[in-house]
Nanobody, 123 residues
Framework: QVQLVESGGGPVQAGGSLRLSCAAS????????GGWFRQAPGKEREFVAG????????YYADSVNGRFTISRDNAKNTLYLQMNSLKPEDTAVYYC????????????????WGQGTQVTVSS
């Protein structure tokens, strides 16, 4: 019952920054863990970042840790991904997702997905 819509993707140069947004509607988003995944051509969809609905902890894939920051504004039912120091290997379609599981890096544990937004990093 949760609908998710990503925005903010586009072309950026290596070393640049981009902020993705995910607007949620439907069932109360504050009761869901929010996550970001990405999928490059020919590759499996991989976990990027997660933020629980309980507690204050966040967690990241090793490949983006220290460069990306996940956050949420529950009053606005919105999830964010701030991406800094972007690299060409960050190029992918980025998806936001939601799960009732507090800590999850597994795409199969996420029940709701956005349509994706393309991020292209050029050198």
């Amino acid at each position: 019952q949760v609908q998710l819509v990503e925005s903010g993707g586009g072309p950026v140069q290596a070393g640049g920054s981009l902020r993705l947004s995910c607007a949620a509607s439907g069932r109360t988003f504050t009761t869901y863990t929010g996550g970001w995944f990405r999928q490059a051509p020919g590759k499996e969809r991989e976990f990027v970042a997660g933020i629980p609905w309980i507690g204050s902890g966040t967690y990241y894939a090793d490949s983006v840790n220290g460069r990306f920051t996940i956050s949420r504004d529950n009053a606005k039912n919105t999830l964010y991904l701030q991406m800094n120091s972007l690299k060409p290997e960050d190029t992918a379609v980025y998806y936001c997702a939601a799960t009732r599981i507090i800590v999850s890096r597994d795409r199969h544990e996420y029940d709701h997905w956005g349509q994706g937004t393309q991020v292209t990093v050029s050198s």
